[in-house]
T-cell receptor
Framework: NAGVTQTPKFRVLKTGQSMTLLCAQD?????MYWYRQDPGMGLRLIHY???????AKGEVPDGYNVSRLKKQNFLLGLESAAPSQTSVYFC???????????????FGQGTRLTVV | GNSVTQMEGPVTLSEEAFLTINCTYTATGYPSLFWYVQYPGEGLQLLLKATKADDKGSNKGFEATYRKETTSFHLEKGSVQVSDSAVYFC????????????FGRGTSLIVHP
């Protein structure tokens, strides 16, 4: 069972370069999320999606863009990378449930990004 | 809005010691409560959950009870092992019209032999 797969696992970028992080889930989940994790800051939500073709801003969206053209994929883009975007990025997905709050989140293994 | 407060770490214990990690929350509605665990170099994974007041979630020797009267969901384990060393996150399921779960900041647990 693949679950949630993130690509790539590691990346080093130079300031000003662009890149796209790919998240793919094979569980037919409706909801998908992108988080960043920094020491002492916990998880901070960047963007999320409640279904194919939809996206919404989270807590720290500046400098990032997302797209969800297919239900199983959620892409996170950095148009012009900055050292402040050095972080570990996690993608997560959740299934639709009648009681939304009861759904657990399934996480990918993370992408460690360094911007120099 | 929803929020989760958990004790700051690191929590350092000797093997076979008793573990408590405190978690309190504020929430709109009655969401489920979760504990996730993150081992070094990995993503978060569900440890246990409780869906309504007075429910007890349990897994791998860990337990937590959904206490509505004290708005708490403390994580406990009677005898920790070195392999339990990880970061533990308390979380609220989405509620109050939001699609976003709420995570605490995480508590690092270090267990020494």
């Amino acid at each position: 069972n693949a679950g949630v797969t993130q690509t790539p696992k590691f990346r080093v970028l130079k300031t000003g370069q662009s890149m796209t992080l790919l998240c793919a889930q094979d569980m037919n989940h409706e909801y998908m999320y992108w988080y960043r994790q920094d020491p002492g800051m916990g998880l901070r939500l960047i963007h999320y999606s409640v279904g194919e073709g939809t996206t919404a801003k989270g807590e720290v969206p500046d400098g990032y863009n997302v797209s969800r053209l297919k239900k199983q994929n959620f892409l996170l883009g950095l148009e012009s990378a900055a050292p402040s975007q050095t972080s570990v990025y996690f993608c997560a997905s959740s299934p639709y449930k009648l009681s939304l709050g009861s759904a657990e989140a399934f996480f990918g293994q993370g992408t460690r990004l360094t911007v120099v | 809005g929803n929020s989760v407060t958990q004790m700051e770490g690191p929590v350092t214990l000797s093997e076979e010691a008793f573990l408590t990690i405190n978690c309190t929350y504020t929430a709109t509605g009655y969401p489920s409560l979760f504990w996730y665990v993150q081992y070094p170099g990995e993503g978060l994974q569900l440890l246990l959950k409780a869906t309504k007041a007075d429910d007890k979630g349990s897994n791998k020797g860990f337990e937590a009870t959904y206490r509505k009267e004290t708005t708490s969901f403390h994580l406990e384990k009677g005898s920790v092992q070195v392999s339990d060393s990880a970061v533990y996150f308390c979380a609220l399921g989405a509620s109050g019209g939001s699609y976003i779960p709420t995570f605490g900041r995480g508590t690092s647990l270090i267990v020494h032999p």
